[in-house]
């Protein structure tokens, strides 16, 4: 593709420069030459690529432009669309791939004979890997001519890092740039469904032979590809066939690319629905996983009236999830295992009743497992996980039903605003659902697991919600536990009132001091100043740093984000002394990173400042950058958020001591506030642990 013809949005130009996209709005503003959109609309223009990388070039502001992101906005600007440029590259870097050697010769030609000999090879692999019936398309001659530039660098960028991660990276940025066209699966209930399906049954830990046995591994309803890629990446064994259907043709094709890239067994996925149009019928899989369409109405009730797969009951027009367990089971080999993501109204609306009673009756629903709210669209309610197994002839209807609720279960750490523990989640699910699976049964965990007979869920309802036939757990955690944190809020109160700070007797004139703000400190070399973003672990399979997030810092709580996966992207990490600002939303906060968060890096919406010891104390920053009438006059405020703009904060010229006595007074009032979130985290346990106990009799009134 011509460096003309890529087209980049302020928020790109942002991420080329390292920036906020304030300051691209002011760039504009203040510089006359900067380039002038050339697409795009008024409240979202576009520039030229080539343009916009010369001008900041030129002013300073760019060394020059990392390959992933010129890769990135040649793919975003593409003529034929981020879509069809997205699969394209897909296909060239299966080329790299698996045909290293054909790649390398057709790479030495020039631009227009390589989008003439290019299509062959592509069909060729695709073919090889995909199936004669793959849904990727091949663009002709022309089209590839224009995409040259752009695939040469696809192209470059995998000799650097795995085609399958560059293709992870691609993918993931263009998911994040369209949100509201995708339902995506994240990675921790993906990874839970597989290891849940793809569980070797009693016995077979044993059997080396066992271990290696082929495993053909469906989804129905594949989307983005997310469940079959942690079916792929992290199922024991690897699943030797991976077959997939999608209804968007477009999906299908990514989805295809993505699995092909991550593995080396057979992949076949097909463009179509497979409730009207199933692409394997014929076929029977060991393992099924599947996040269908949550409550769809035109699922293809009236033409599949007497479908062979109702062998439980024929779905009411609003019971679509229910048509899709039983796609599910008819699609399994007998014995094989079904796990399917589900809303929670599934099990207990009354429409439903009758099939939900005739897959215990016949020992076909085997567990129903409750994840924390949060786990995955849509955010708010809490999913459930059913896992079904297909009856066999030589198999009796299971006695008992698994249920388990995951959503009280913790992890060492605490999880931030939009993060689950789910290395504790996972281990609870699969520690009950082994358990059971190898004995039919499974020791009961007030509030967590209970085995329960199949007749004492065969009644009017056939309700199958795991929290309502789990009993409680004890209150608090027990007498003893609500003892224990009884000591610890006296505790804490009484540190609080010991830190509480002394008032002055008599109020003093308000101080008129000269002040300077943050950016002419920067620009002085009085601080460095650096904006927090995505980045990925620096090498492949190190480890990753903690990520401090903006929920962190306001919380006054530990580094609790992650890295996002792909290429290398040198993160920021954060020091001790250095200040930490959230620039989003309007709660005011400055936090000073201690020895406890050094080393973490610094996730989005956040800004650091790294004082020069010499010229500035850090607690005396941080603290007069917490000041309302300074968080006032630095911020601006949009249609739905408020943002600050870090350099307008004001900071007083003072001596280094007087930064000093006013940096000791700092610290203190950050040493009662975390006292007082300490005492608002125990109170709040007590309290609650006191109303569980009194409501299920554990304790007394007196």
């Known amino acids: 593709m011509p460096e003309s013809a890529a087209e980049v949005t302020a928020a790109g130009i942002a991420r080329l420069a390292g920036v906020g996209r304030a300051a691209v709005s002011n760039w504009r503003r203040r510089h006359s030459d900067f380039p002038q959109p050339i697409g795009g609309t008024e409240t979202s223009p576009t520039f030229a690529l080539g343009d916009v990388e010369t001008w900041l070039r030129h002013q300073g502001k760019l060394a020059e432009v990392p390959l992933r992101e010129r890769v990135w906005q040649q793919l975003s600007g593409d003529p034929a669309g981020a879509a069809a440029a997205l699969r394209t590259a897909g296909a060239v870097l299966l080329l790299v791939h698996d045909r290293p050697t054909t790649w390398l010769e057709l790479a030495a030609l020039t631009d227009l004979k390589l989008a003439e000999e290019l299509p062959t090879a592509l069909e060729a692999v695709l073919a090889a890997r995909l199936g004669e019936h793959h849904p990727v398309t091949v663009p002709g001659p022309a089209e590839l001519a224009v995409s040259s530039a752009f695939l040469r660098g696809a192209a470059e960028l995998a000799a650097g890092r795995s085609a399958a991660q560059v293709y992870e990276f691609l993918l993931g940025r263009h998911l994040d740039a369209n949100p509201r066209q995708y339902t995506l699966t994240p990675a921790g209930p993906a990874e839970l469904m597989a290891a849940l399906a793809l569980g070797l049954p009693p016995g077979a830990a044993q059997d080396p032979a066992d271990r290696r046995r082929p495993h053909t591994v469906l989804d129905p309803a594949c989307g983005t590809g997310g469940l079959l890629h942690a079916a792929v990446t992290t199922g024991t064994p690897t699943p030797a066939e991976v077959h997939g259907q999608e209804a968007d043709p477009e999906l299908a094709a990514l989805t295809a690319l993505r699995l092909a890239l991550h593995g080396d067994g057979r992949v076949r996925v097909r463009a179509g629905d497979s409730l009207r149009a199933d692409a394997f019928a014929d076929s029977a899989a060991d393992a099924v996983l599947c996040h269908p369409p949550f409550n769809e109405r035109n699922w293809g009730h009236d033409e599949l009236a007497y479908d062979p797969r109702w062998e439980y009951g024929f779905p009411a027009r609003t019971e679509s999830e229910l048509a899709w367990v039983q796609h599910a089971l008819a699609r399994l080999r007998p014995g094989g295992t079904a796990v399917l993501l589900m809303p929670p109204a599934v099990a207990s609306r009354r429409s439903g009743r009758r099939i939900r009673a005739d897959l215990l009756r016949r020992g076909a629903l085997r567990a129903v497992i409750a994840l924390p709210a949060g786990a995955a669209p849509p955010y708010g309610i809490p999913l459930h996980l059913w896992v079904l197994r297909r009856p066999g002839a030589q198999q009796s209807a299971g006695p008992h039903v698994l249920l388990v609720d995951t959503a009280g279960v913790t992890g060492p750490a605490p999880a931030g605003r939009d993060k689950l523990p789910w290395q504790a989640v996972r281990t609870a699910a699969l520690e009950a659902w082994e358990d059971f699976d190898r004995h039919g049964t499974v020791a009961e965990r007030p509030g967590r697991c209970r085995s329960l007979p199949v007749i004492d869920l065969l009644d009017d309802d056939v309700d199958l919600a795991p929290a309502r036939h789990l009993p409680p757990p004890a209150a608090g955690g027990g007498t003893a536990e609500l003892a224990d944190v009884h000591d610890r809020l006296t505790l804490a109160l009484r540190r609080a009132g010991d830190l509480a700070p002394a008032l002055p007797a008599e109020p003093a004139d308000p101080a008129r001091w000269p002040a300077t703000t943050v950016g002419e400190l920067a620009r002085a070399g009085a601080l460095v100043l650096r904006a927090g973003g995505p980045g990925a672990v620096p ?73 020069d010891p010499a010229a500035l104390d850090a607690w005396f920053l941080a603290g007069f950058l917490r000041g309302s009438a300074n968080q006032r006059q630095a911020s601006s405020y949009a249609s739905t958020a408020t943002r600050l703009d870090v350099r307008r904060l004001q900071v007083p010229r003072l001596p280094l001591a007087d930064q000093r006595r006013y940096g000791t007074r700092f610290r203190e009032l950050a040493a009662f506030e975390e006292a007082l979130r300490l005492t608002e985290r125990l109170g709040e346990r007590l309290v609650q642990g006191l109303y569980d106990g009194l409501t299920d009799g554990t304790v007394r009134p007196e």
Request: charged residues 20%; proline residues 12%.
């Open 539 to 611: 090498e492949p399979g190190a480890a990753a740093p903690p990520v401090l997030t903006d929920y962190d810092v306001k919380a006054g709580g530990a580094p609790s984000g992650t890295l996002p996966e792909g290429p290398a992207e040198e993160p920021v990490l954060v020091e001790a002394g250095d200040v930490v600002v959230p620039v989003l939303g309007d709660v005011t906060a400055a936090r000073v990173v201690d020895e406890a968060t050094a080393g973490a890096a610094l996730g989005r919406g956040l800004f650091l400042l790294r004082p």
